[in-house]
């Protein structure tokens, strides 16, 4: 690893402004990559976006307003990349290469009640509009707006959107509280089972 | 940083200037627990990807387009 030996990242420096963006770039980099690969649906084809990311963020530093989201502007910058170059890349090698291929499917934490290779299945299935805004709202911390400024759609349709992945979500993973309470309704399971039993005579 | 479900996501403002092309109108509003499980998922998912290790050659390409301009600039 060529890890950077600055003293302090991420913070501004009027001195050095180039140095500086380079951080705050190399801290995007992992953010790039996820985002990337979950619209690719490859983690090697999302190598390469951030590559033509970077390069292109590089020669447009100006554009970007020191201050604002660096996250919403690198995600404008690959996502658009993404559509222009990639998409019909990503469709023809997504199966064989395999986004996660080489990550070990298991649920990162005991909290989540959906296998991750199960959900990256349902998520491939999931028109792209909702699949872009799921993740950029769901997971890399983006607000509703940014996520809107990203796709240069109203907020509302962002709004509308995410629902609307959701409930598909739902669907294809087939989460309904109602008739499957042993897959997320830990909570209800055990107030019935912690309630005393009244023995004896 | 506001995510798991913390958005207001009560399908009321769902509408926007999309209209749904299926025959439903309204957006039924998920179960709270099923919009939690599904924020989870998809936060494990990204995660997972956010935590794999970074190849050299994009850190390589910052540190070489920064030495570029160094270059030029002197």
Known sequence: MTADRHQG?????RAEPKRSFRDLLVAEIPNLRAFGASLSGSMHLADDLVQDTLLKAWGHSSSFTEGSNIRAWLFTILRNTYYSLYRKRGREVQDTD?????????????????DLADLRKALAKLPEEQREV?????????????????CGVAIGTVKSRVNRGRARLAELLGIHP???????GTIIRTSRQDRPVARGP | MNMNGQHDLSGTDAAGDEKPKTGRQIMPTLDQKVQDAIGRSLKAHYDDLVNAPVPDRLLALLAELEAKEGERDS
């Open chain 1, 98 to 114: 395999g986004i996660y291929s080489n990550r070990v499917a298991v649920p990162a934490d005991q909290d989540s009640a959906v």
């Open chain 1, 9 to 13: 990242c991420a913070q501004p420096s």
């Open chain 1, 134 to 150: 799921l993740i950029m709202v769901g997971a890399t911390g983006l607000s509703y707006e940014e996520a809107a400024v990203v």
């Open chain 1, 178 to 184: 109602a008739d499957d309470p042993g897959d997320i």
